[in-house]
């Protein structure tokens, strides 16, 4: 989190400068319609913050910008789909961190993550919540690390399926604490949540926005916070770093791309264009109840944001093996 933290505050400036009237053969743009492809079903983040963007993006061009959900693999056939589109600026797409997972678990993907896809600015970031059941007997990190450690490969974690944020966000906790515990990966958060709540798993790595109501509910426990810093929604929650595990800092994020080919000023008009959108107060004040924190950067940030993720999955997918199922 405090990277992208960081990330976060880079100076736009000079931006506005290299945007004069974003052109490709002699015509400004947009001229017509613009598509933001989503990798999955309506709901979750990259839908939301998708469909947010292109409501304010047609108010602005004055052109229509439609949502087109594209579901399957993980994201990555809508990720091809825009790798190889015209790359006019007229095909974007909505990711979350699953884009880059994506090159760490797939034998091989009809497109290259890094060449084939450029960033226009990540768009929001949130956060995860260590849950547990309430009959688990664990009323803090330390005394589920204290069992995994007492019994190694004795207990097991829930996600929303292998190769999902969920499931490498558990993954970094066993790496750096050092702990061997059972994966079992489900459909989706609501299976995995349910597990938790059941007992029949030890603990599930939650987006907090899915966990943050059975948390105050008192149907689950919450154990820990996977950012550097407390959230808002759970200021009462230590942070998993603070916890026991010194460091540990892992977030989910939502962002937008398009083809790495499409001409630099037309990205950088998209680029102030998000960012203004995402810089409204009243949008905090919408996705704050739900998890998200509004988080606009530069094009070339949130590429590096991206380089640094792919390297950081590549290196916990080898180390544990894991595979796209």
Known sequence: MKAIQCLGII??????????????????????????????????????????????????????????NRPGAGGTIAANLAATANPDGYTLLSVSSAHAVAPAIYDSLPYHAQRDLA??????????????????????LKDLLAAARAKPGALNFSSAGTGSGSHFAAEQLLSMAKINVL?????????????????????FMSPIANAVGLVREGRLTGLGVSSLKRDALLPDMPTIAESGVPGYDSVLWFGLLTSAKTPRPVIAELNREVTRALGEPELRKRWSPIGLDPSPTTPEAFDRLIAAEIALFTKLAKAGNIKAQ
């Open 11 to 68: 100076a736009l400036a000079g931006v506005s400068a290299l945007v004069q009237a974003a052109q490709k053969g002699g015509e400004e743009y947009p001229v017509k319609p613009i598509r933001i492809l989503v990798g999955f079903t309506p709901g979750g983040g990259p839908d939301i913050t998708a469909r947010y963007i292109a409501q304010k993006l047609t108010e602005e061009f004055k052109q229509q910008v439609v949502v087109d």
């Open 119 to 140: 960033g226009i600015t990540l768009s929001a970031v949130s956060k995860y919540v260590l849950v547990t059941s309430p009959t688990s007997g664990f009323r803090s």
């Open 183 to 203: 994966h079992v990966p489900f459909k989706g958060i609501p299976e995995a949540l349910t597990e938790s709540m059941t007992g029949r798993v030890q603990f």
